[in-house]
Structure formats: structure tokens, C-alpha cells
């Protein structure tokens, strides 16, 4: 439209169109545009603290240690020798327990095969008599026992011609010749050994007058 036309039409009493108010841009979040939006404070951030370091302990070798004063001292040498004398004396200790385990192994090895070469000597070489109905008693591991023997019989083990050997918990009547080499082999498997040349107070069961009656307990 030329000013001209404008003019002819203000002059018959048109108003010009009123311009429409324009309205400020605002964003998704409902702000004016135009302002810059606050940065919100991340947690753990207080004014005066620096970026990173908010809310972190201190640590390092010197924050954990307390600074030089929490560095070890340098053992003495008093200390030094205290540890190897303690280590000296439990390697002492350990070798001596090792010693003892080894020579107890040792004798159980001995004791078994000298058990195994007098069964074998005395393999039915015994002179029970299943008839026999006298009890000889005497002392064998701290306790009574006894071994039912002939009036013969009694006489010769009185006189040290017989002996009695322990066999698996049996006590069997042997020769003084057997026994002997018996006792040379393993000699805890003598039972009753008799000296004739002995008092008689020696050995109080020799004689059956002297018999301890079967019914005792002891």
C-alpha cells in the first residue's frame, strides 16, 4: 500500500490496525529465554570448597601414618638377635620331636620283626599237656598269671628245665634250651624264667603247697 492511499484512508476516519503485543520466548523448562539458568550445587559442594575435592578424607602415606612421627623404627639389634635365637630354638625343638617320632617308628619296626622270628622259632615247639590240671602262678606285666602244668612238668620248671613264653596272650611251656634262644631274639616275650639256684622265698608260687587257689580274684 503506498503512503498515499494511507493517507486517503487516515483522512476518512480509518484507524490504523493496532500491532499485536509480542509475548517473550520461553524454553521447555518455563524460564524466560534470555536468562542464563543457575547452576544447581552438586552434592557434597559447599561454598569455599574447591571443584573435585568436596566431600574427600585426606590420604597419602603421610595422612595415614600421622605424618613422619608414624614411620616404624628400625629394629635393634638386641631385637634381631632375640628372633633368631627364638628361631634357632623351636628349629631344635622341631628336629628333636622329628628324632623321637622317627626312632619310635624304628623300634616298633624291630619289636615286630623280632615277634615275627619268634613265632617262627617256637612254631609248635610248646609242651602243653591238655590234660594238665596243676596251676603254676607267677608274675608276668605287673599281674598273676599262671599255666596249668603235669606233676612232671611242675618239677621241671621248678628246677629251671622248662620255662613259659607270652604268644599272642597264650602262654605255652617251652625247653630251657628254647627259652633261652628265645630271649635272645625278643626277650619281653619271657614269662617265667626260673633260677633254680634261687632262694625258695624268691619265687613263693614254685611250690603247690603254695598255690593260689582258682577262685581268687586278684
Known amino acids: 500500500m503506498s503512503d498515499t492511499l494511507?493517507?486517503?484512508?487516515?483522512?476518512?476516519?480509518?484507524?490504523p490496525a493496532p500491532k499485536p503485543e509480542r509475548k517473550p520466548d520461553t524454553r521447555r523448562d518455563g524460564r524466560p529465554a534470555g536468562r542464563p539458568a543457575q547452576a544447581r550445587p552438586q552434592a557434597g559442594n559447599k561454598p569455599g570448597n574447591k571443584p573435585g575435592h568436596a566431600g574427600r578424607p585426606a590420604h597419602g602415606p603421610k595422612a595415614a601414618q600421622g605424618?613422619?612421627?608414624?614411620?616404624?623404627k628400625p629394629r635393634s639389634q638386641e631385637d634381631i638377635d632375640l628372633a633368631k635365637a627364638y628361631a634357632i630354638r623351636a628349629q631344635r625343638e622341631k628336629d628333636e620331636r622329628i628324632e623321637a617320632e622317627r626312632q619310635k617308628q624304628e623300634e616298633a619296626r624291630l619289636r615286630r620283626e623280632a615277634k615275627a622270628r619268634l613265632d617262627e622259632l617256637i612254631k609248635d615247639k610248646?609242651?602243653?599237656?591238655?590234660?594238665?590240671?596243676?596251676?603254676?602262678h607267677f608274675p608276668y606285666g605287673g599281674k598273676i598269671k599262671r599255666i596249668y602244668v603235669t606233676a612232671d612238668q611242675l618239677?621241671?620248671?621248678n628246677a629251671g628245665q622248662l620255662g613259659v613264653l607270652q604268644q599272642n596272650g597264650r602262654y605255652l611251656l617251652v625247653t630251657a634250651e628254647l627259652l633261652a634262644e628265645a630271649e635272645r631274639i625278643f626277650a619281653p616275650a619271657v614269662a617265667l624264667k626260673?633260677?633254680?639256684?634261687?632262694p625258695a622265698e624268691d619265687d613263693p608260687y614254685a611250690d603247690p603247697m603254695y598255690q593260689v587257689p582258682d577262685d581268687l580274684v586278684w
Open 6 to 15: 494511507r493517507d486517503q484512508l487516515l483522512g476518512l476516519g480509518f484507524k
Open 67 to 72: 605424618g613422619p612421627q608414624g614411620q616404624r
Open 126 to 136: 610248646g609242651l602243653n599237656d591238655p590234660a594238665a590240671d596243676i596251676a603254676r
Open 155 to 157: 618239677k621241671a620248671l
Open 194 to 198: 626260673v633260677d633254680p639256684d634261687a
